[in-house]
């Protein structure tokens, strides 16, 4: 019994620095979505992509049945994390580009740590509160290193605003979602917030009458191809495996580990677009494994 906790223990805290990674790779090709497409039509065309494929394989494994409080609970995640917190986040890459982006979403587990005590009753060790400390101090000082170099000032300041909201929503969205997917299974789950914020963005579009405009762009074929590409990473890589994550190990921990997106995507940048990796960047890589370690230990 012992033996099989401590596997899926682990099984969790690899989805979630599994999901880190594919949400640090994504990152790239959402940013070249946003700069042709709206936020809100970059937000409701993963939506969509994302039901699609989910619903084919869900139609093939067979659906369960799932609770209205899980359903709900899963819902207003759906709303606050994917409406709100994914179209923050696409703006916030626009205006500041991915290191700085993903940067403000280290502010995630000071939130969710917090809400989780408070909410969900967690106790996380001491050993876990020094390393995700510690995580969020490596990865801060990795992604600060070339901030300054990201766009106007005006720009800047716009993308820290959206990169604070959307951090917050996911925030407050992690919270309920740690509780509507304790009985159910993660892919539908994802599903499930997935429908739920594409809806909302729908009646969000027709209300504002923008739904045409937001959606006018897929027509190109280029475009469509890297949204179902884009779309393909950030589900089986970012949701599906960090909702794995969230079902075996606790809220603090798993949002910690996921936020150890901005150390992945340093050797992608250097590889895919010829940066250059200094000392500084391999120094707070070393502070932010010795953090996730500290946390694995707690």
Same mark, same amino acid.
């Given at each position: 019994?012992?033996?099989?906790?401590?596997?899926?223990?682990?099984? $969790?805290?690899?989805?979630?620095?599994?999901?880190?990674?594919?949400?640090?790779?994504?990152?790239?090709?959402?940013? /070249?979505?946003?700069?042709?497409?709206?936020? +809100?039509?970059?937000?409701?065309?993963?939506?969509?992509?994302?039901?699609?494929?989910? #619903?084919?394989?869900?139609?093939?494994?067979?659906?369960?049945?799932?609770?209205?409080?899980?359903?709900?609970?899963?819902?207003?995640?759906?709303?606050? $994390?994917?409406?709100?917190?994914?179209?923050?986040?696409?703006?916030?890459?626009?205006?500041?580009?991915?290191?700085?982006?993903?940067?403000?979403?280290?502010?995630?587990?000071?939130?969710?740590?917090?809400?989780?005590?408070?909410?969900?009753?967690?106790?996380?060790?001491?050993?876990?509160?020094? #390393?995700? +400390?510690?995580?969020?101090?490596?990865?801060?000082?990795?992604?600060?290193?070339?901030?300054?170099?990201?766009?106007?000032? /005006?720009?800047?300041?716009? $993308?820290?605003?959206?990169?604070?909201?959307?951090?917050?929503?996911?925030?407050?969205?992690?919270?309920?979602?740690?509780?509507?997917?304790?009985?159910?299974?993660?892919?539908?789950?994802?599903?499930?917030?997935?429908?739920?914020?594409?809806?909302?963005?729908?009646?969000?579009?027709?209300?504002?009458?923008?739904?045409?405009?937001?959606?006018?762009?897929?027509?190109?074929?280029?475009?469509?191809?890297?949204?179902?590409?884009?779309? +393909?990473?950030?589900?089986?890589?970012?949701?599906?495996?960090?909702?794995?994550?969230?079902?075996?190990? #606790?809220?603090?921990?798993?949002?910690?580990?996921?936020?150890?997106?901005?150390? +992945?995507?340093?050797?992608?940048?250097?590889?895919?677009?010829?940066?250059?990796?200094?000392?500084?960047?391999?120094?707070?890589?070393?502070?932010?494994?010795? #953090?996730?370690?500290?946390?694995?230990?707690?």
């Amino acid at each position: 019994m012992e033996q099989s906790y401590m596997l899926y223990k682990y099984l $969790g805290g690899f989805a979630a620095l599994a999901s880190a990674g594919a949400w640090a790779f994504g990152s790239l090709f959402l940013k /070249k979505l946003g700069d042709e497409i709206s936020p +809100f039509g970059v937000n409701l065309g993963k939506c969509v992509i994302g039901c699609f494929y989910l #619903g084919i394989i869900l139609l093939l494994v067979g659906i369960k049945p799932v609770s209205n409080q899980a359903f709900w609970f899963l819902g207003l995640s759906g709303l606050l $994390g994917i409406t709100l917190g994914d179209t923050f986040f696409v703006k916030s890459l626009v205006y500041l580009g991915p290191r700085l982006a993903l940067l403000l979403g280290t502010l995630g587990p000071i939130i969710t740590v917090v809400l989780a005590v408070v909410f969900l009753k967690e106790r996380p060790a001491l050993l876990t509160w020094l #390393g995700i +400390f510690i995580t969020i101090i490596g990865v801060s000082w990795v992604i600060w290193e070339r901030s300054s170099k990201q766009g106007t000032d /005006k720009n800047r300041a716009l $993308g820290i605003k959206y990169g604070l909201l959307s951090t917050f929503c996911s925030s407050v969205a992690i919270i309920f979602a740690k509780v509507g997917v304790a009985n159910v299974s993660a892919l539908q789950a994802t599903f499930i917030r997935l429908a739920w914020g594409g809806i909302a963005l729908v009646f969000w579009g027709i209300a504002n009458r923008r739904l045409k405009n937001w959606m006018n762009p897929y027509r190109d074929i280029r475009l469509l191809k890297l949204a179902f590409f884009c779309v +393909f990473i950030g589900i089986f890589g970012g949701f599906f495996l960090f909702l794995f994550s969230l079902k075996y190990i #606790g809220a603090s921990s798993a949002t910690t580990l996921n936020c150890t997106t901005p150390l +992945f995507i340093l050797p992608i940048a250097a590889f895919a677009l010829k940066e250059k990796i200094t000392l500084r960047i391999i120094a707070g890589t070393v502070i932010a494994v010795f #953090g996730v370690i500290l946390i694995f230990a707690g």
